[in-house]
T-cell receptor, first 112, second 115 residues
């Protein structure tokens, strides 16, 4: 069965500092990987996705993620966070005709 | 493009009543729609997958008689929570994809509170 682990429940970062959110997955085949962001009481917005090809993918809002097959990881990064980046971030695997399997999420707090 | 509208955004109901939640794809044809449930400060759990014109496929542990899903058209799926109880209180989110696409687009979610 597929699974996603986001080991950090909360992360606090100072505004302007760099960010890395960790994601590890377990999947039987080549995974489709996603990062979504959720603001309080809202739905999910797709930040970026990896299907194949270049393992470093660029997304919206200045985010990027790197797929590392050897580590079964798909960590999300941003070089300089803004206060508006405070939200809940979900890593997910799956897609296509199947539903997504989500990690438990990482709550990002931005310090002024 | 690729907008998914979910209605209502918040509903409060009495225990024992039924509640219907609508999920619409506004600018594309959604051959497949998914329903997820999210408990407070928890992740999203897939409840069921529905393909237009077919019966929904439910995940293990999800009661199909309690959570009725209808996907009668390419732009609309509904989730009806029948005989709702307080433990059904949750945030329900739908998503939709079009045929051949690998990306799901999510609605804004519906917060259900059962008193």
């Amino acid at each position: 069965a597929q699974s996603v682990t986001q080991p950090d429940i909360h992360i606090t970062v100072s505004e302007g500092a760099s960010l890395e959110l960790r994601c590890n997955y377990s999947y039987g085949a080549t995974p489709y990987l996603f990062w979504y962001v959720q603001s309080p009481g809202q739905g999910l917005q797709l930040l970026l996705k990896y299907f194949s090809g270049d393992t470093l993918v660029q997304g919206i809002k200045g985010f990027e993620a790197e797929f590392k097959r050897s580590q079964s990881s798909f960590n999300l990064r941003k070089p300089s966070v803004h206060w508006s980046d405070a939200a809940e971030y979900f890593c997910a695997v799956g897609g296509g005709a199947d539903g997504l399997t989500f990690g438990k999420g990482t709550h990002l707090i931005i310090q002024p | 493009g690729a907008v998914v509208s979910q209605h209502p955004s918040w509903v409060i109901c009495k225990s024992g009543t039924s509640v219907k939640i609508e999920c619409r794809s506004l600018d594309f044809q959604a051959t497949t729609m998914f329903w997820y449930r999210q408990f407070p400060k928890q992740s999203l759990m897939l409840m069921a997958t529905s393909n237009e014109g077919s019966k929904a496929t439910y995940e293990q542990g999800v009661e199909k008689d309690k959570f009725l899903i209808n996907h009668a058209s390419l732009t609309l799926s509904t989730l009806t929570v029948t005989s709702a109880h307080p433990e059904d209180s949750s945030f329900y989110i739908c998503s939709a994809r079009t045929s051949g696409a690998d990306i799901q687009y999510f609605g804004a979610g519906t917060r259900l509170s059962v008193l």
